[in-house]
């Protein structure tokens, strides 16, 4: 999750703990690196996201053991 300050106009990340909430998952951005799975070919994205897939709600000791 992050903070925002208005003082300075910037986003701050509020932990530092693995597997927190990812407001960009929730708001389209599942659908978007799905989606464009379909298109790119490339073997790196497709192995970075289904990690990502399979890490997004592991529990903290298997994402930091990853």
């Known amino acids: 999750m992050f903070g925002y300050d ?3 106009g ?3 990340q509020l ?3 693995p597997g927190t909430y990812n ?3 929730i708001m389209g951005g599942a659908e978007s690196s799905s989606s464009s799975t ?3 070919d490339d073997p790196q994205w497709q192995k970075l996201w289904l990690q990502y897939c ?3 709600s592991a529990p903290a000791d ?3 053991r990853t």
Request: hydrophobic share 45%.
């Open 23 to 25: 407001l960009a998952t």
């Open 6 to 8: 208005p003082a300075t």
């Open 38 to 40: 379909r298109w790119l």
């Open 62 to 64: 298997v994402i930091r």
């Open 54 to 56: 399979r890490l997004y």
């Open 15 to 17: 932990s530092e703990d």
């Open 10 to 12: 910037k986003l701050y």
